[in-house]
């Protein structure tokens, strides 16, 4: 969307994974944008290198939320934006929420992202004040998926990848139990479509121009 809606000189990607590396290469963005492997609380890049850095769906997967706000405050220049959005996990936002509700009450372990509570809109607040942000701003998306009946509902949960694993393990006959309960869960329209809502919340601030002292040195952390 970057690349399509914003005409970018440059757009770096990074990742942890290869496979997700390797998708995103195979993205029509990649004629434009670039994808390495790194880390986010390590960017692989010089102070003040870019106009804006966004962490998408991400901070509730960094071990050190703080740090990887502070990466990205180091490599944005002065006046740049510094942006991120996470599903409210703590918050019942996640679009798997209901269904892994239902998952720990048969008992399957359900994996939790390691700073599931950064994703609170109060968190992040706080991130970014504490990063030394500027004009920092919070808001909450809302968002609602439609899917033509149940089974194109389910076919998506069975492919989406926190889930999906946990799900493929399970004993068929519990993976039957499982999709009749959230059959129920989720009732059809009259027209038989399935809608589901979710919530992110969303954050944006600004690195300080050069002689504020606001901007907090990479040290602090």
Request: a negative charge; charged letters at 20%.
């Amino acid at each position: 969307m970057l690349v399509e809606r914003c005409a970018p000189a440059s757009v770096q990607g990074i990742d942890p994974s290869e496979a997700q590396l390797a998708y995103a290469r195979s993205r029509p963005a990649a004629r434009v944008a670039q994808f390495r492997l790194g880390d986010a609380m390590a960017l692989p890049f010089l102070d003040d290198t870019f106009d804006a850095a966004v962490m998408s769906l991400v901070i509730f997967f960094v071990p050190d939320p703080a740090k990887g706000v502070a990466e990205m405050a180091r490599v944005v220049c002065p006046g740049g934006a510094v942006t991120a959005y996470a599903w409210d996990m703590a918050g019942g936002g996640f679009p798997y929420d209901v269904l892994r509700v239902e998952m720990r009450g048969m008992g399957v372990a359900v994996p939790v992202p390691p700073s599931a509570d950064a994703s609170r809109i109060e968190a992040l607040r706080d991130l970014w004040t504490g990063a030394g942000l500027d004009a920092v701003e919070t808001r909450e998306i809302a968002v609602q998926r439609t899917f033509a009946d149940f089974d194109d509902y389910w076919t998506a949960v069975l492919g989406g990848p926190s889930v999906g694993p946990k799900l493929a393990a399970m004993a068929s006959e519990d993976l039957a139990l499982l999709k009749a309960r959230m059959c129920e869960r989720l009732p059809a329209d009259a027209a038989g479509h399935i809608s589901y809502s979710a919530r992110a919340n969303a954050v944006k601030g600004r690195v300080p121009n050069a002689g504020s002292t606001t901007r907090w040195p990479l040290e602090a952390w």
